[in-house]
């Protein structure tokens, strides 16, 4: 249960040719006979009827024919997938015959089964996290909703936790259900149970349960503090939750449920435009390579901080690479891409489509629309005023809405620069506050250093560190980045920590060991941007920053911190520069006599003709600080170029 699909098949195999009875070798937790139940359809659905809980209007097929039969019981549109397959491998919606035998047939070339389910887009999609010990002991450790509605799958949304628009019925409702199956089912360890609400009544479905550790639970553990994996381990051996401490607080047992005072944000990150011809569409089947957790005290605060997570290019919750028209938008909205958060943004902003139209066309709750429109109203205040007129209650509402200094420098009338907004707001004292995640929201005393800085609040949970050296690292996961630059980060920190050094890393990603509490003396969830690493820097009387460890992004941040000020530590800024600025590395090349290809940066497609048509195709395009080849290409004629 701890390896994803791929380990849970691979034990299944094992168990159904009798290999590990054969062997004397004991499955621990979650017993096979569970595992089955959950994943074929027909049974898990024989198991809920037996406590009378619904799931969506589903059957199984193993051939083409099958799947026609099972579209016609139900009605379309219906969602195919396959059974036993992760992230939605080979799934899709059909909406008539000929939709439906494409996708059947693609579907059973990744699995001997496959499902067609009842078409719910349009319903809240809603997931909780559950833990259940051998002595059936059951707590719910977090809830999370998702943004999108149903239709989307939960790896593509933009996720939040905890649930954001649920009454107190439907929470425990759903809460209480969650309990009563995984009790049913005889789960032992952590589990996540996924539901589909209809948005105007208590009606629900159970879309499916996974009995075992999941993505979302990986971000549930980093969005409440609390260490499933550690847990669920302990319950796999038998031990009671009763007997396990919660590792956070050193103090209290692990058999509570988490209780946050926060909001988490969880964006996807898409890597779709390294790939020419690839449908940006996003639906049933997830294409994210990655993701990213923002913290804040509001929807607004944490949404934010989070789309400037996911691409430091982002701005924050505004237009992005515009749609020219407002056909474009609502086709946009109607049909969702990779880009869809940008599309209501730019129809907030240019007040071209109210709140129940986008929520008519998206199905996005109003509730979370209108926290957008909220982000939006102190936009046009701040476009009306400029940074010397601009009020300090004006400052406090922009950075409490999560907007960056450099988005309000960007926004003000006149030309005000990051620096400047940055130096009146620390003038008029709005400084970010540091708050722990304890898993307790304060309501015990912590001893705990998982920390993120908010504008809401009167007080720091912590004092300044008083030096140490700050870590940065990698972000999100994306194509040609991935897991070795967090394996470069925690090396760094070990090495730091067995040399006598305290250590701070900074970093977003809920996937990473690098934001495993523990793994550091203080860990901030937060921005890799200059402005919060500046605010943490100061505050912490850091001794020097390490930038090389992360990759493309904290390399990126060298020269602006180092004219800031940071100390940097390891190769000089300079330096650092040296070797990714295009005109300064090729000086270096010609001053100790290296070869190097003829090249030009360029700013026009004329100049860039005349250079092709001097040198001789293929040609290399590509622009400078950029990590495995975004947005590079090559062109062998004048048209491609």
């Known amino acids: 249960s701890m390896g994803g699909q791929t380990a849970l098949q691979v034990g299944m195999d094992l168990w159904k040719s009798g290999q590990l009875q054969k062997a004397g070798v004991e499955v621990l937790g979650t017993q096979i006979p569970v595992i089955e139940a959950t ?67 693609k579907a059973l070339s990744n699995s001997s089964q496959i499902l067609i389910d009842q078409d719910l887009r349009g319903w809240k999609e809603l997931e909780y996290e559950v833990v259940r010990d051998a002595s059936d002991n059951c707590i719910t450790v977090c809830n999370m909703e998702n943004f999108d509605p149903l239709g989307i799958h939960t790896g593509d949304s933009i996720v939040m936790a905890p649930s954001q628009t649920l009454s ?90 988490p209780s946050l005072d926060y909001i988490v944000t969880k964006i996807p990150r898409w890597d779709m435009a390294k790939f020419e011809g690839v449908s940006t569409e996003i639906g049933s089947a997830m294409k994210s390579v990655g993701e990213v957790m923002g913290i804040g005290r509001t929807v607004e605060e944490s949404l934010q901080k989070a789309l400037r997570m996911v691409d430091p290019s982002v701005a924050g919750f505004q237009p992005k690479n515009r749609f020219e028209s407002l056909e474009a938008l609502k086709q946009e909205l109607a049909v969702p891409t990779d880009r ?88 008029a004292n709005i400084v970010p506050f540091t708050k722990q995640i304890d898993t307790l929201a304060a309501e015990y005393p912590a001893d705990t250093n998982y920390l993120y800085m908010t504008y809401h609040g009167s007080e720091n949970d912590v004092g300044s560190s008083d030096g140490g050296v700050m870590v940065l690292g990698s972000g999100a996961y994306r194509i040609g980045s991935s897991i070795e630059f967090d394996w470069c980060g925690v090396s760094c920190i070990r090495a730091l920590r067995e040399m006598g050094y305290k250590s701070t890393m900074i970093n977003y990603n809920p996937e990473t060991v690098s934001t495993d509490y523990d793994e550091c003396d ?38 602006p911190l180092h004219k800031a000020g940071v100390q940097i530590l390891g190769t000089p800024a300079d330096m650092i520069d040296n070797a990714e600025d295009r005109f300064k590395f090729s000086d270096t090349m010609d001053e100790i006599g ?15 003709l005349d250079f092709a048509a001097n040198v001789g195709y293929p040609v290399l395009v590509r622009p400078s600080y950029v990590l495995s080849g975004a947005a590079m290409n090559v062109a062998h004629t004048d048209e491609q170029l």
């Open 39 to 105: 994943e074929d359809r027909e049974m898990f659905s024989a198991k809920l009827k037996e406590i009378e809980e619904t799931i969506a209007l589903s059957y199984a097929a193993t051939t083409v024919e099958e799947g026609m039969e099972a579209a016609n019981k139900i009605g379309y549109p219906v969602l195919v997938r396959a059974a036993y397959a992760l992230g939605g491998l080979g799934s899709g919606f059909a909406e008539n015959d000929d939709e439906m035998r494409d996708l059947c047939a």
């Open 168 to 257: 107190n019925e439907e929470y425990h409702m759903l809460r209480d259900t969650a309990v009563k199956v995984v009790r049913h089912l005889g789960i032992v360890g952590e589990c996540n149970i996924q539901y589909a609400l209809h948005p105007e009544s208590l009606e629900y479905c159970i879309i499916e349960v996974n009995a075992r550790l999941s993505r979302s639970s990986a971000l549930a553990s980093k969005a409440t503090g609390y260490p499933l994996a550690f847990v669920a381990a302990k319950l796999c051996l038998g031990m009671p939750l009763t007997d396990v401490i919660n590792a956070v607080t050193k103090k209290t047992q692990a058999c509570f449920e």
């Open 340 to 427: 869809r958060v940008f599309a209501i943004a730019q129809a907030l902003h240019e007040k071209t489509m109210t709140v129940h139209e986008i929520h008519d066309i998206t199905k996005i709750d109003h509730w979370f629309l209108r926290r957008l429109e909220e982000i939006v109203k102190t936009w046009d205040s701040m476009e009306q005023t400029d940074l010397t007129q601009m009020t300090d209650g004006l400052m406090m509402e922009a950075k409490k809405m999560g907007y960056s200094d450099q988005q309000i420098a960007a926004c003000l009338k006149g030309d005000s620069t990051e620096d400047e907004v940055r130096a009146k707001r620390i003038g």
């Open 522 to 559: 203080r860990l901030y969830f937060e921005e890799l941007s200059r402005e919060r690493v500046l605010d943490i820097y100061h505050k912490d009387n850091s001794d020097g920053v390490v930038v090389s460890v992360g990759g493309q992004i904290p390399n990126g941040l060298a020269i």
């Open 594 to 608: 290296v070869q190097q290809p003829r090249w030009r940066e360029l700013s026009s497609v004329e100049s860039a």
